[in-house]
């Protein structure tokens, strides 16, 4: 069934049963789920697998970066997972993104969006000072997100901040996963470049990736709920 929601929820729980209970709530028409780091490292293919299985469009969030030969080979075993969307550090360079893109592109069957992953949204100017890079995030997004678009990707990972600016210069098929989406009044945690969900769909963003201010409210279907309308009106 065609899914439209622009939410992705991330699940990011160290139990298997806490996440899966929330997804039997939550219909495959209402959102997409984001499997990370955590989860994959502790449940592997298999949870992957379940969610594919109950109908989800997945975004496997591994941010695969290696040499080109590994990071193809990476996507490849994504793709055959059966996920929707699975991503690369653009930091990896030009060749290491064109390379998974050819390889994603060679396979038969549906192909995984393959997205770049930028300037994390958990960075701010202090954090690229302390990695030596002295451009402004934006500066920085901006620079690697066309080094994705030249490389053949499908679009990248950004703040939903640097939404309007991608959009005029990548155009508006490019695709924006953007993580740092805080409902207001929303704890940032460790976020530094936010937005609220209505402000970030209205600047241009695809997609909207939430975690904790779903999964760990005391009513998450209530607020994917009341999120999901307020991006319709
Ligand atoms: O730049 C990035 C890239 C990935 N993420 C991931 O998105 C979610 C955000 O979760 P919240 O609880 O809504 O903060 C999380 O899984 C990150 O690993 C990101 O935040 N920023």
């Not at 950004?158 to 704890?187: H, N, W, Y």
Request: hydrophobic content about 40%; glycine content about 10%; proline content about 4%.
């Amino acid at each position: 069934m065609a899914n439209n929601s622009q939410i992705i929820v991330a699940l990011d729980f160290a139990d298997q049963h806490d996440a899966l209970s929330l997804v039997d709530k939550i219909k495959p028409e209402q959102c997409r789920l984001k499997v990370g780091k955590e989860m994959f490292t502790y449940f592997g293919p298999q949870f992957v697998g379940k969610l594919v299985d109950k109908g989800f469009d997945v975004f496997l969030d591994l941010k695969f970066h290696d040499i080109p030969a590994t990071t193809a080979k990476a996507c490849v075993a994504a793709a055959n997972l059966g996920v929707w969307m699975v991503n690369v550090h653009t930091s990896g360079g030009e060749v290491m993104m064109s390379t998974a893109q050819e390889a994603l592109q060679g396979l038969s069957g549906r192909k995984p969006l393959l997205i770049g992953v930028t300037v994390l949204t958990s960075m701010d100017q202090s954090d690229l000072n302390g990695l030596g890079i002295q451009k402004t995030p934006q500066e920085q997004v901006l620079s690697l997100a066309t080094l994705a678009a030249k490389s053949g990707l499908d679009g990248v990972v950004c703040s939903a901040q640097e939404a309007i600016m991608l959009k005029q210069a990548l155009g508006q098929d490019f695709k924006l996963v953007t993580p740092g989406i805080r409902p207001a009044g929303s704890d940032k945690g460790d976020q530094k470049r936010i937005m609220t969900p209505e402000q970030a769909v209205k600047d241009g963003a695809d997609y909207l990736v939430i975690g904790r201010p779903i999964t760990q409210a005391q009513d998450p279907y209530a607020v994917l709920e009341q999120i999901n309308l307020s991006l319709k009106g």
